[in-house]
T-cell receptor, first 117, second 109 residues
Framework: DTGVSQDPRHKITKRGQNVTFRCDPISEHNRLYWYRQTLGQGPEFLTYFQNEAQLEKSRLLSDRFSAERPKGSFSTLEIQRTEQGDSAMYLC???????????????FGPGTRLLVL | RKEVEQDPGPFNVPEGATVAFNCTYSNSASQSFFWYRQDCRKEPKLLMSVYSSGNEDGRFTAQLNRASQYISLLIRDSKLSDSATYLCAVRKGYSTLTFGKGTMLLVSP
């Protein structure tokens, strides 16, 4: 399977714990995005990487959230001191560099469903 | 005004019907437009990009109206398997996508 992969697919944690999610983009894609989706809403942008550089962060991304893409390949999203309001589906997407076919469109992974108790 | 707005539906249609969804966007600088399909508890999957001249992919036709700032999706000859939530997304430049909340479609036998 050459699509975007995410791990874990599900995570249940207690309030106050830290969690980390991983995303592996499509191999030739240099752009990687993190979104959050709650029930009845569309995906909401969190942050975006071009190669290893984090180029944009949403104001939704509080200080408790941090994302990295150290070698320009996979990315991690960490949430510290989780709160019940963090319960959501966390989606990762990737897109190819300009000039390649499919530029502009983003391709999503299966998501990590987080439940904070 | 929200950046991207969609009628949440649900749209209930019989098999074989033609159904159309609209999506309005507020940022006139938006440059790229997409329709995604999302099944329950799954990730969004790209259905089609929307080009200025309009484009068709089988039973699906997408249109862009820049003057009125909306995009549309037409589904002809609806199938049971078309039941899903349809998300529109817009983008300025090469940055992120802004999604609508989605329109739910239910196709019944």
């Amino acid at each position: 399977d050459t699509g975007v992969s995410q791990d874990p697919r599900h995570k249940i944690t207690k309030r106050g714990q830290n969690v980390t999610f991983r995303c592996d983009p499509i191999s030739e894609h240099n752009r990687l995005y993190w979104y959050r989706q709650t029930l009845g809403q569309g995906p909401e942008f969190l942050t975006y990487f071009q190669n290893e550089a984090q180029l944009e962060k949403s104001r939704l991304l509080s200080d408790r959230f941090s994302a990295e893409r150290p070698k320009g390949s996979f990315s991690t999203l960490e949430i510290q001191r989780t709160e019940q309001g963090d319960s959501a589906m966390y989606l990762c997407a990737s897109s190819p560099r300009p000039g390649l076919a499919g530029v502009g469109a983003q391709y999503f992974g299966p998501g990590t469903r987080l439940l904070v108790l | 005004r929200k950046e991207v707005e969609q009628d949440p539906g649900p749209f209930n249609v019989p098999e074989g019907a033609t159904v159309a969804f609209n999506c309005t966007y507020s940022n006139s600088a938006s440059q790229s437009f997409f329709w995604y399909r999302q099944d329950c508890r799954k990730e969004p999957k790209l259905l089609m990009s929307v080009y200025s001249s309009g484009n068709e992919d089988g039973r699906f036709t997408a249109q862009l109206n820049r003057a009125s700032q909306y995009i549309s999706l037409l589904i002809r000859d609806s199938k049971l398997s078309d039941s899903a939530t349809y998300l529109c997304a817009v983008r300025k430049g090469y940055s992120t996508l802004t999604f609508g909340k989605g329109t739910m479609l239910l196709v019944s036998p």
